[in-house]
């Protein structure tokens, strides 16, 4: 396995660095107001369609999405990428086009869908035109097991009538979110596997109701697109909306998570990275008791283990981009459970450390650090929570001695 950045890497490297540092996080206070100074918790601040602009001119754009439809790259030329836009995630992965729930969905209309369903949403999606949501995680069962999705969309003639409640909808809050991919029972007495759908519904269909934005530790986490509350009461829409035919949401929920774990995990590493340089900048100018904190053994042991700790991560996560590009997500499908786990929890463990050396401070929203932590918290849960990996990962070790 060969790891070092090509040279496509390398350019579009020092390309996405030049515009973190001229735009992006000049950008931070800029946004920061602007969300302040709004009365929806989650409207879009305008900085972000400005930085969007700019992206697109630099050729910074739809980097996570391989083929003819996005930028070409490999898991392992993006992960890189990813890392940097890490260091700002509030603002730089919806700035290039590469922001979650629109990446993974993008993903699915690329895989899977028809040249219609690519005509009417992949398009405008890759030109950055609308966003979208994921709708698949329902309040009344544990959605974790999928199989229990209860949501029904049942076939009426040329249509489908959709009735359930999701919630946790991802990007739905979002004022420019166009459509949500939905995920329901089709098929009730199929195999298990088998029984559940995902369908496009538009966001102006009616029965179709966004109760509620859902907050996260407090965050309205408005930089994902926020989370909605659904209630689908007979949304009807046209059988063409239909994803790949009855009976494929597991399918395509497989291929949609695999690469947007991998991508979370990508930039969590940048994460980390910021949140080691705030703790080492914010431990050698403050003095405490006579002393500088960077003097003090605790602190120097948590930024030796916070170091050691990213540098194992990253290396894991460059092993799953590797494979998925030469093996397939199937292939790599112990690696990418491998990184669900460990990622977002030792990166919370960094964040929090980072948080105690800036002592009250770390928890205002003077510092990025809270929000981090918030933001990272959620991927134990998103995408499957860690005893569910955990779980199948064991079953699999244990396979071998059977």
């Known amino acids: 396995m060969n790891f070092e950045f090509d040279s496509t890497t390398e350019l579009l490297r020092a390309a996405l660095l030049e515009f973190m540092d001229s735009h992006v996080y000049p950008a931070e206070p800029v946004f920061a107001t602007q969300i302040a100074e709004s009365r929806d918790p989650w409207a879009i601040p305008p900085v972000i369609e400005e930085l969007k602009a700019e992206a697109r001119d630099r050729a910074l754009w739809n980097l996570f999405l391989p083929g003819e439809h996005g930028a070409g790259l490999t898991n392992l030329q993006y992960a890189p990428l990813a890392e940097i836009t890490g260091r700002s995630p509030s603002i730089a992965p919806a700035a290039l086009n590469c922001a979650a729930p629109d990446t993974g969905n993008m993903e699915v209309l690329t895989m899977f869908g028809s040249a219609q369903q690519q005509r009417d949403w992949l398009e405008p999606l890759l030109r950055g035109e609308i966003r979208s949501g994921f709708a698949m995680t329902e309040p009344d069962v544990a959605s974790s097991d999928a199989r229990n999705i ?40 199929a195999d298990a596997h088998r029984q559940q759908s995902m369908i496009l519904v538009p966001r102006d269909t009616p029965g179709l109701t966004v109760t509620r934005g859902l907050h996260i530790l407090g965050y309205s986490d408005s930089w994902h697109g926020g989370h909605a509350e659904l209630v689908l009461d007979n949304v009807r829409v046209p059988a063409s909306n239909l994803i790949a035919g009855e009976g494929a949401g597991f ?81 790599a499908h112990t690696e990418i459970q491998a990184i669900k786990i460990a990622v977002p929890q030792a990166v919370a463990q960094i964040i929090d450390r980072a948080i105690q050396v800036h002592g009250a401070g770390g928890l205002t929203q003077d510092f990025p650090l809270a929000e981090l932590y918030a933001q990272t918290r959620v991927l134990r849960i998103a995408d499957g929570p860690d005893e569910v990996h955990k779980n199948s990962l064991a079953r699999a070790e244990l396979g071998k001695y059977k």
């Open 251 to 331: 399918a395509i929920a497989q291929a949609r998570l695999g690469p947007g774990r991998i991508h979370h995990c990508m930039r969590l590493i940048g994460m980390a990275e910021r949140s080691i340089e705030l703790m080492c900048r914010r431990a050698l100018s403050r003095v405490a008791f006579g002393r500088p904190l960077a003097d003090q053994g605790v602190i120097r042991d948590w930024i030796a283990e916070a170091r050691v700790t990213v540098e194992q991560l990253r290396l894991l996560v460059l092993k799953t981009a590797w494979l998925m590009d030469h093996v397939g997500n199937r292939g």
């Open 150 to 189: 209860a949501t029904n969309i049942v076939r009426d003639g040329d249509s489908y009538v959709i009735n359930g409640r999701k919630w946790f909808t991802s990007g739905g809050m979002n004022p420019n979110c166009q459509v949500f991919i939905v995920m329901g029972r089709t098929d009730p007495d």
